[in-house]
């Protein structure tokens, strides 16, 4: 995925993960958003191409801190960009 492109999504889903998080929703519909997310997430990650970009770092700590999985791997190359190029 294009860095640009990644990066449009990330914040897109840094935005909607935020708004999940904050709304009380019924059972069924908290499920439903839920994987929906969980599947975009994974779609986002899965196409990212440059570790050192800000805006995944932001999308995995948004993301875990809601409680939704990142895969170990991806957890694992991000952390490797974060070594190399450390938030100030």
């Known amino acids: 995925m294009d860095s640009r492109l990644f990066i449009a999504e990330a ?7 935020k708004v999940f998080s904050l709304v009380l929703l ?6 439903f958003q839920g994987q929906a997310l969980q599947k975009r997430l994974n779609q986002t ?13 932001v999308l ?5 801190n809601a409680g939704f999985h990142v895969e170990p ?3 694992q ?5 974060e070594r190399c190029w450390p938030r100030s």
Request: no cysteine; aromatic share 6%.
């Open 60 to 64: 995995r700590d948004v993301a875990v």
């Open 73 to 75: 791997r991806r957890l």
């Open 77 to 81: 190359l991000l952390g490797e960009g």
């Open 11 to 17: 914040k897109a889903l840094v935005d909607e993960i």
């Open 45 to 57: 990650f899965s196409g990212l191409q440059n570790n050192t970009l800000n805006s995944a770092f």
């Open 26 to 31: 019924s059972v069924e519909e908290e499920q």
